[in-house]
């Protein structure tokens, strides 16, 4: 049984998704510690498909899929300036 609430260490990340090699966990562990509120899981038939997908935790949002673990913290990025209620910066800053 896992403990506690996500963000988990790899170890659990492990216990949870016990196909992911040692990296994969280690990754996943990483962009759910950096993005808190964010959830990382891979396809149910990975590795035969390989996708990833992230959502926002307890949220009813469509996950935002990627091709690769390392493309989801661009994705979230991507997702958060798209949806951020902070108007945009006209000097790029």
């Known amino acids: 049984m896992l403990e506690g ?3 988990y260490p790899h170890e659990q990340v492990k216990t949870l ?3 992911l090699s040692a990296v994969e966990c280690r990754i996943v562990a990483e ?3 950096r993005y808190r ?3 990382v899981w891979p396809h149910l038939d990975y590795p035969q498909i390989h ?3 992230a959502k926002r ?3 009813p949002m469509q996950p935002l899929a990627a091709g690769m673990i390392g493309d989801n913290p661009g994705e979230i990025v991507n997702w958060i300036n798209d949806h ?3 108007p945009p910066s006209w000097d790029g800053a």
Do not use: K
Request: hydrophobic residues 35%; charged residues 25%.
């Open 5 to 7: 609430r996500r963000p």
């Open 17 to 19: 998704y016990p196909m």
């Open 31 to 33: 962009i759910e510690q």
């Open 37 to 39: 509120f964010w959830e």
């Open 51 to 53: 996708v990833w997908y």
């Open 57 to 59: 935790a307890y949220t």
């Open 84 to 86: 951020s209620s902070r």
